[in-house]
């Protein structure tokens, strides 16, 4: 059974007197059905039209509010042409039942009141008025017109309840103002009593909030609730303010008459607590209104102020919406993080606006957490209040994207949430914020954040991506071979002025805090003066000229036909007016200042070579450290026999006159310069038999690993083994059928080892290997790796490492002394701690790195010559590392960081010596490199190429050589550069001193 109309009704007509079954089938085929949405009824297409329909009920509902309007507007206009003092004259001549005697009696009243203190109560000026034909026609018409709409609205709402709709408020006041006018046009003498029209006020706040709803529905776009509030609690004051100056003014007629802007006066001097007392209602009836409208106002508008104090304090939390006209005129970037801390914050705020184009940018933040009391704090100020604004939303709802206006925004950075133990779901969250912003916006460039490589391929078509672990390992790798990679590269990322230390009383603080402003720039070669003059020349001799000419070092070059970077290229590469060349600097050319007549003096009075006797005589660029090739300079070290690079010229002899040194040719002469390519040099592949007496020989070839461990790493050309070494062979630390070695002593490695500490062997261990195998490292160099595993490896993982020559594992900690000398710890040059994701854990975040920490100090003090190299979490604990409680160096050192910190520096770490060593590292320092890469686009795939996760035909890497005492006569740094350049076409980009220290007999090194 159909309940009928309650989904769709049909008629159907059917042709009668079949008497066949043809004639029955004919006559089923003349159906007809007609369908309907709603119920077919007159009253619910009327409650359609006025009511469920949204456009005609905002329709209605406008022409309503205009109604209510118009009547207040009639009663102003009433009041303003009234006049008491000729009211019961005009009463005369309009009322008739009202005596002659009656209206003397009213006149002598009225006049009496006027001048009696206080005055007496006229009531017929409160029951009667003085209404012109024309207002009276005019209010009976609207009259009309708003009772038969009620009555409809009534009828149409009706639910089987009549008094529920009549005892309504808003139904008692439209009676009480449409009836009495109604009346009047069957009775005449009424004509002229007074209604309080003014209550309609109320009425037109009720039909502008029912309008502003109808209105969303139409559009389908909501304001927020705050808006919605803010306009209620107006209306409602406006109200109070209307009724109780319409309602004093007109009561006060009995009295002392007051004119309706002095209503309005005392009403706004009432509400508003001042109370001036010039204008106060004189008659008791007025009196009683102004407490009832007082009590009113202490009911009403305290619950309107807590519903909008409530929606405040919610809209602080979720942030509200950014605007869309701020949108389309002024820039914006959007952060989306899973959870926003202040480290974080600051990191990003202090690099992207480090640029002096980004300032006029808004940073748009997107998070799914309510915002942490230290960045509430931190957003109050007014250096970020009025940039920064947090919406607490999810990337995966259009609404909190659109509420973002992630569709203008002109950057997205998504950072993955390195402090959850799970690292592999923070990163598949991280990919769903990529996937859901690229859907809902396409055209905004992505900037990615992830932890894991294997999941970077879920990403690839982000603009640019960072891998953290890809990046840390290989950093971590670099640094055991050329020592301060992760120092040097940090400061390479992080935006700094160079003016760190330079009131530290040590010369090496000040040149260090001047180094830290050296930063990777970019410049086409025909609109450059540091390099233009050098088109058709060859690369080294380009980037030695501009380093003696301008102290700039140029350490690479990208062909306009070719998106490859090519670092240091070499001589043969020449230049062209259309490459774009990439060098380091203290700023970019554009904001360098070119003073001519200070290089005319020094060109006058100064030798080609002379430029480089005196640091003092060098621009500030080449004192600083430039950018390029490691040159390492190291204390009292053994020269190793074959080297030849800083060889002291045969033909000075050993005169006191200093030694010279080749010019670096314009064109290269590929006779007397050494090949490039290391790939057709076989000198790297002959065994060197006086090395490697009493060891194993290990044969080696020169390939692309076969297995790789994750989708997207990039083949890297290695040193491997002929054919893959058994899972059994790859554990250290227990003998198989192959061999019976059961420690690293029984290996009898000639070099030193390198061992790593981590809790699981991840894919990222594989970009810590690749880098110490790669081909360009020589073979009789290569360090034996021993990985120190919490968990043993898995047989995926050891596939794609037995291909590797002199690569084992062992399960154990760094905290078991037994473990560590099993792995051959007195045998290790660098010992490389990784750190470990279940700390992750620790209630206070900070504490995340007290295991590592307190484990490492231990070690410090077993095996203090020993290199430590220790990843932590949290940058700010640095100054634990190799903590000493009473050392004073210390001690100044700590005082200099917290003066670098409150000059607002953003590398107050800097000065620590474990991170100026290299012997300490945080991930977050790296999260810069992203925020760069905003304005350097190029910014990743050059850290890439140093770090050799990439590698590109034709372009260098990164390597040290060590400076003895017997290189020394090379003198200076520029004089360096020239040996480089012209005797192995290498580009030096940094120097990395040691200090001398005298051991006791038990401490030495």
């Known amino acids: 059974m159909f309940k009928r109309g309650h989904m769709c009704s049909f008629k159907a007509h059917f042709l009668h007197n079949t008497s066949s079954v043809s004639e029955s089938y004919v006559s089923l085929r003349a159906v007809q059905v007609e369908f309907y949405v709603n119920e077919n009824t007159f009253k619910e297409r009327l409650k359609l039209f006025f009511i469920k329909n949204q456009r005609s009920s905002l329709r209605i509902r406008l022409f309503n509010l205009s109604l209510k309007l118009l009547t207040c507007l009639l009663y102003i206009i009433r009041v303003s042409l009234d006049d008491p003092t000729n009211q019961v004259t005009c009463a005369r001549k309009h009322c008739t039942n009202i005596t002659d005697a009656l209206c003397s009696k009213a006149c002598a009243n009225y006049t009496t009141n006027l001048t009696t203190d206080p005055p007496q109560i006229n009531w017929e000026l409160i029951f009667w008025v003085n209404r012109r034909v024309p207002v009276w026609a005019i209010q009976v018409t609207v009259a009309l017109i708003s009772f038969l709409q009620a009555m409809l609205l009534v009828y149409l709402s009706y639910k089987g309840n009549i008094w529920e709709q009549i005892f309504q408020i808003s139904f008692i006041i439209e009676m009480i103002n449409t009836v009495p006018f109604i009346i009047t046009i069957f009775w005449h003498p009424l004509r002229n009593i007074f209604v309080p029209v003014f209550l309609n006020c109320w009425l037109a706040k009720s039909a502008l909030e029912n309008m502003i709803n109808d209105l969303h529905r139409a559009i389908q776009r909501t304001h927020s609730a705050m808006f919605n509030q803010v306009l209620i609690l107006i209306c409602t004051l406006l109200c109070l303010v209307f009724t109780g100056a319409c309602g004093i003014q007109h009561l006060e007629r009995a009295g002392k008459s007051l004119t309706l802007f002095d209503s309005l006066y005392f009403c706004i001097v009432t509400f508003s607590t001042v109370g001036y007392g010039d204008v106060t209602p004189k008659i008791w009836p007025s009196q009683l209104l102004v407490v009832i409208m007082i009590c009113v106002a202490l009911v009403v508008l305290p619950l309107q102020f807590e519903e909008l104090a409530y929606l405040w304090m919610e809209r602080q939390k979720s942030g509200g919406n950014y605007s869309r006209h701020r949108a389309q005129t002024e820039k914006h970037v959007v952060l989306c993080v899973t959870s926003l801390k202040i480290d974080l914050l600051m990191d990003f705020l202090n690099e992207f606006y480090a640029h002096p184009r980004l300032q006029d940018y808004y940073v748009v933040i997107l998070c799914p957490t309510e915002m942490d009391i230290q960045v509430r704090r931190i957003l109050q100020i007014p250096l970020w209040s009025q940039r920064v604004i947090y919406l607490q939303g999810s990337a995966l709802k259009d609404q909190d994207l659109m509420r973002a206006k992630m569709d203008d925004a002109e950057a997205c950075f998504i950072l993955s949430s390195r402090n959850e133990v799970d690292r592999t779901a923070a990163d598949h969250q991280t990919i769903l914020r990529a996937w859901a912003v690229k859907d809902f916006a396409p055209n905004c460039p992505l900037y990615v954040q992830i932890l894991k490589p294997e999941n970077k391929f879920h990403v690839k078509f982000a603009d640019h991506v960072v891998c953290e672990e890809e990046f840390k390992y290989a950093m971590l ?529």
Not at 762 to 775: H, Q
Request: net charge negative; glycine share 6%.
């Open 477 to 1005: 790798a670099l640094n055991c071979v050329c020592p301060a990679t992760s120092t040097l590269v940090t400061l390479l990322v992080h935006t700094s002025r160079g003016q760190e230390g330079q009131t530290s009383p040590e010369q090496w603080q000040r040149t260090y805090g001047r180094c830290s402003g050296n930063e990777v720039y970019h410049i086409r070669l025909m609109d450059s003066k540091f390099f233009g003059e050098y088109d058709g020349k060859s690369f080294t001799y380009a980037s030695f000229h501009a380093h003696k000419k301008y102290g700039v070092c140029l350490i690479g070059t990208k062909r306009e036909e070719n998106k490859s970077i090519l670092l240091n290229p070499g001589p043969r590469h020449i230049m062209s007016a259309t490459d774009t060349c990439f060098y380091i600097n203290i700023t970019k050319e554009e904001n360098s200042a070119f003073i001519f007549k200070q290089e005319e003096k020094h060109s006058k009075g100064l030798s080609t070579t002379g430029v480089y006797d005196a640091p003092s005589r060098l621009p500030v660029q080449s004192i600083i450290a430039s950018m390029g090739t490691v040159a390492i300079d190291l204390q009292n070290p053994d020269p190793p026999a074959d080297s030849s690079k800083l060889a002291l010229p045969t033909e000075n002899g050993a005169g006191s006159r200093r030694p010279s040194i080749a010019p670096v040719l314009e064109i290269a002469d590929s006779s007397a310069i050494l090949p490039c390519d290391l790939l057709s040099d076989p000198s790297e592949d002959e065994t060197n038999q006086s090395d490697e007496e009493g060891a194993p020989a290990i044969e080696c070839i020169k390939g692309y690993p076969p297995n790789s461990p994750y989708i997207g790493s990039s083949p890297t050309l290695c040193h491997l083994l002929q054919q893959k070494a058994p899972f059994c062979c790859l554990r250290l630390d227990k003998g198989c059928r192959h061999n019976s070695f059961e420690d690293a002593k029984a290996y009898g490695f000639k070099n030193k080892l390198i061992i790593v500490s981590a809790e699981t062997a991840g894919n990222g261990l594989y970009n810590f290997i690749v880098p110490l195998r790669a081909y360009y490292r020589p073979r009789k160099e290569l360090n034996p790796i021993v990985l120190l595993l919490d968990n043993p490896p898995d047989n995926h993982f050891l596939e794609a490492i037995c291909c590797f020559p002199m690569v084992y594992y062992m399960a154990g900690t760094i905290d078991n002394l037994d473990n560590l000398l099993q792995c051959g710890i007195i045998y290790a040059d660098n010992l490389v701690v990784v750190d470990k994701e279940s700390t992750m854990s620790a209630e206070e975040d900070y504490m995340a790195d007290a295991k590592t920490i307190v484990n490492v100090q231990t070690m410090f003090r077993l095996f203090p010559s020993l290199s430590i190299i220790t990843e932590l979490t949290h940058p700010s604990n640095m100054r634990f590392m190799q903590f000493r409680a009473k050392d004073c160096y210390s001690l100044a050192l700590s005082k200099l960081e917290k003066i670098e910190r409150d000059k607002g520096s953003n590398l107050a770490f800097m000065f620590r010596l474990p991170f100026a060593a290299g012997r300490v590292f945080s991930i977050s320092m790296l999260d810069t490199l992203l925020y760069q890469s905003f304005v350097k686009d190029y910014m990743i795939l050059i850290a890439r190429l140093l770090l050799g996760l990439d590698t590109t035909p034709g372009s260098g890497y990164l390597c040290a050589m060590k400076v003895s005492e017997e290189d020394l006569w090379i003198r200076t740094y520029g004089r360096l550069f020239q040996k480089l350049c012209s005797s192995s076409a290498e580009i030096p980009i940094g120097i990395y001193r040691t200090e001398s220290h005298m051991f006791s007999s038990s401490e030495v090194r």
